[in-house]
């Protein structure tokens, strides 16, 4: 996976989840794609956003999941903090939603991968 973007970090406030990462010089405009994927070998959810011609993938390792398992529950926005812009990853708790249940008593992912979801997020 190219064109990665690691979460460093995530705050939580009352309305909003910020998540802070470190940006290599791309100040492309990012456009939130609604979509998801996971990366059962670095025990990762992956956010995807569209660039005109390409697409990066945040990386949501487990170090954050606990604040990401709050914003969940209360169905507060997700914003990535990359250089100077906010977006907010639109669809994010639809596709995590489908993800949880889909990782739930599922080998396919990984037996690793299921429980630490399960440990973290069920």
Same mark, same amino acid.
């Given at each position: 996976?190219?064109?990665?973007?690691?979460?460093?970090?995530?705050?939580?406030?009352?309305?909003?989840?910020?998540?802070?990462?470190?940006?290599?010089?791309?100040?492309? =405009?990012?456009?939130?794609?609604?979509?998801?994927?996971?990366?059962?070998?670095?025990?990762?959810?992956?956010?995807?956003?569209?660039?005109?011609?390409?697409? =990066?993938?945040?990386?949501?390792?487990?170090?954050?999941?606990?604040?990401?398992?709050?914003?969940?529950?209360?169905?507060?926005?997700?914003?990535?903090?990359?250089?100077d812009q906010t977006i907010e990853l639109a669809g994010l708790h639809e596709e995590l939603e489908y993800l949880l249940e889909n990782?739930?008593?599922?080998?396919?992912?990984?037996?690793?991968? =299921?429980?630490?979801?399960?440990?973290?997020?069920?």
């Amino acid at each position: 996976m190219q064109n990665r973007i690691e979460i460093l970090n995530a705050t939580l406030s009352d309305d909003q989840l910020r998540l802070a990462c470190q940006t290599e010089g791309n100040e492309a =405009e990012r456009k939130p794609s609604g979509q998801m994927l996971v990366d059962s070998d670095h025990f990762a959810f992956v956010y995807i956003l569209e660039l005109a011609d390409s697409f =990066e993938y945040v990386i949501i390792k487990e170090h954050v999941w606990p604040e990401l398992k709050q914003a969940h529950a209360q169905k507060i926005p997700v914003v990535l903090e990359a250089g100077d812009q906010t977006i907010e990853l639109a669809g994010l708790h639809e596709e995590l939603e489908y993800l949880l249940e889909n990782i739930k008593d599922n080998a396919n992912y990984g037996e690793e991968m =299921e429980e630490k979801v399960k440990r973290v997020f069920l």
